[in-house]
């Protein structure tokens, strides 16, 4: 059955603290792993698609790499406004379902 | 460019009611997804549809039906209400040639 698991469950930050998101993942047949910023009652918000080992993609202060195992999402000196929950998950086909991890909630403190 | 919207925001309901959620695609999108976001944990997949018609479902009972329209909106039916179904409601379209989904604001629904 496929997997996502996503550590730390929270993570309280410094502005200015660097510090990364992981998403460790159990799928065969990965077609896309991807990631989605949420804040509170609100719909996720499309950040990353990652498609191979090695792909890196950069927003703003945020990065995302993929490995064969797992993906992390660095945030480069972050300010109180990236507090929110970062969700991972993945597609097995295009198209596919989305299966999410519990998502990682960051508070980064002024 | 107009997103993914959603109707309604809030919606309380009494256990053992129906409910029907609304969603309407991003422009240029045929596919809909609809997911169940339960308090502190991640989207659960309902179901998709594309070209009218159900393509996939996750582990959800027969009491969560749903319909796409010819323009590509869709809507959620939930039946015979249970307290464990109040959760936020997320809709989710894309291109069927694209891997990226694109969420609506979601509705709260709480069953009391």
């Known amino acids: 059955e496929d997997q996502v698991t996503q550590s730390p469950e929270a993570l309280r930050l410094q502005e200015g603290e660097s510090s990364s998101l992981n998403c460790s993942y159990t799928v065969s047949g990965l077609r896309g792993l991807f990631w989605y910023r949420q804040d509170p009652g609100k719909g996720p918000e499309f950040l990353f698609t990652l498609y191979s080992a090695g792909e890196e993609k950069e927003k703003e202060r945020l990065k995302a790499t993929l490995t064969k195992k797992e993906s992390f999402l660095h945030i480069t000196a972050p300010k109180p406004e990236d507090s929110a929950t970062y969700l991972c998950a993945v597609a097995k086909a295009a198209g596919n379902k989305l299966t999410f991890g519990g998502g990682t909630r960051v508070l980064v403190k002024p | 460019d107009a997103g993914v919207t959603q109707s309604p925001t809030h919606l309380i309901k009494t256990r053992g009611q129906q409910v029907t959620l609304r969603c309407s695609p991003k422009?240029?999108?045929?596919?809909v997804s609809w997911y169940q976001q339960a308090l502190g944990q991640g989207p659960q997949f309902i179901f998709q549809y594309y070209e009218e018609e159900e393509r996939q479902r996750g582990n959800f009972p027969d009491r969560f039906s749903g319909h796409q329209f010819p323009n590509y909106s869709s809507e959620l039916n939930v039946n015979a209400l249970l307290l464990g179904d109040s959760a936020l409601y997320l809709c989710?379209?894309?291109?069927?040639?694209?891997?990226?989904?694109?969420f609506g604001p979601g509705t709260r629904l709480t069953v009391t």
């Open positions: 422009s240029g999108h045929d596919t």
């Open positions: 989710a379209s894309r291109q069927v040639s694209s891997y990226e989904q694109y």
